[in-house]
């Protein structure tokens, strides 16, 4: 099957979509079917070939001129609904955030995307944007999480933010999964462009835990080809280990691959710490990370 990637905006997640007969290049505009109807859509990705099991819906044709004019002239006037709900939000004197708005292809519906501290009570300007507009209208909140994919950005990493690329829905990232990897609990290097922690600290979690669970934890006595130490420290990357050798005279701290000591470790018994005791050392801190469980509403 021959599939292609494709974005119906700017930002956002790409859509999978099969392609067979059709010759796609990079940025062409096709049509095709969403939950909301006929929507264009640009290649976001060269198409490649993929065996799969599942159905995928198919792109319909490629894009017309007058589908093009028509998206271009939905792209102007959706750049003025922008601002005119800005106008009527700032007249209401409504305490929200407008992100972006969307117009339905056929033009029959316009979304406005905000973000609020809570409830927001927008009867009225429901009212004042549909008489303006004279379409179906929805004002839908969402959270910081869904306003980066909306608008779009690089991470740290240098690369495009993983919620407008390839992020189908958000997975619960937390302190442990930060905590599990060795990472210093600073702000600034685990939040992410939406101000909570990064999606990419999910990305490695099982590789984590499988490290967890067969190499010692730092603190626990190990035996080594030079006798008995103590775990100072676990690289879970590379799966080595920082021992501690006492002495009356000195202390000595050796490094080990897990692979060459394993074998006299069989018979140890692993004692890991709790969950709940993980964030002992760091009782200021946990304040300044957004680590709740809950996707974005």
Aim: include cysteine.
């Amino acid at each position: 099957m021959k599939i292609v990637n494709l974005r119906t905006r700017d930002a956002g997640v790409t859509l999978r979509y099969s392609c067979d007969g059709l010759s796609l290049k990079l940025g062409d505009a096709v049509m095709i079917d969403t939950e909301t109807g006929e929507e264009i859509a640009f290649v976001a990705q060269e198409p490649y070939v993929e065996e799969t099991g599942g159905e995928l819906p198919a792109v319909k044709r490629i894009a017309g001129e007058k589908e093009l004019d028509k998206y271009f002239d939905i792209c102007a006037k959706e750049k003025e609904a922008f601002f005119k709900c800005k106008e009527l939000i700032a007249a209401r004197n409504i305490v929200m955030n407008l992100v972006d708005c969307e117009y339905t292809f056929d033009l029959k519906k316009l979304t406005f995307f905000f973000t609020a501290d809570g409830r927001v009570d927008f009867r009225e300007l429901v009212k004042d944007l549909a008489y303006a507009f004279r379409t179906r209208i929805e004002l839908r909140q969402i959270g910081s999480r869904d306003q980066a994919k909306l608008v779009g950005g690089i991470g740290m990493c240098g690369r495009e933010l993983c919620c407008c690329s390839f992020l189908n829905r958000f997975a619960p990232v937390n302190l442990k999964l930060a905590r599990s990897q060795g990472l210093s609990l600073n702000p600034g290097k685990l939040n992410g462009a939406c101000g909570r922690l990064m999606c990419c600290l999910q990305f490695e979690k099982e590789a984590y835990d499988d490290a967890h669970r067969r190499l010692p934890d730092p603190g626990q006595r190990i035996r080594t080809t030079n006798g008995m130490g103590i775990v100072t420290d676990v690289n879970y990357i590379d799966e080595t280990l920082s021992v501690k050798f006492v002495s009356e005279n000195e202390t000595e701290i050796n490094k080990y691959a897990w692979a060459d000591i394993e074998d006299l470790n069989q018979d140890m018994t692993k004692h890991n710490s709790s969950n709940a005791s993980a964030f002992k050392d760091y009782p200021d801190m946990n304040g300044a990370f957004d680590d709740s469980d809950g996707e974005d509403g």
